[in-house]
Nanobody, 112 residues
Framework: EVQLAESGGGLVQAGGSLRLACVAS????????IAWFRQAPGKEREEVSC????????YYLNSVKGRFTISRDNTKNTVYLQMNNLKPEDTAVYYC?????RGQGTQVTVSS
């Protein structure tokens, strides 16, 4: 059974930083990519970033390029999302996803 567990969310002021973590289990982690999505109230879910099995293959939503960095530690079955220079519009619940499975999400709130 695929399980994903996010952590690291919180309340920060604009310009601050957070690092989200997604711990995965139930599949061969090294062989698969993981994506981060977010959903804000009243808005559609959007893919923020993803990383392939090869850490060199990454994707970023245009609005987070240069501020967010995705990485993975295969020894810990964990994908990280380092978020710097956060903006109020980054406020959302952030989920990690592998194929059809996703975690419970972690709330990120950025105050202005």
């Amino acid at each position: 059974e695929v399980q994903l567990a996010e952590s690291g969310g919180g309340l920060v002021q604009a310009g601050g930083s957070l690092r989200l973590a997604c711990v995965a289990s139930g599949f061969t982690f090294d062989d698969h990519g993981i994506a981060w999505f977010r959903q804000a109230p009243g808005k559609e879910r959007e893919e923020v970033s993803c990383i392939g099995s090869n850490e060199e293959n990454t994707y970023y939503l245009n609005s987070v390029k240069g501020r967010f960095t995705i990485s993975r530690d295969n020894t810990k079955n964990t994908v990280y999302l380092q978020m710097n220079n956060l903006k109020p519009e980054d406020t959302a619940v952030y989920y990690c996803q592998h194929r059809g499975s996703r975690g419970q999400g972690t709330q990120v709130t950025v105050s202005s």
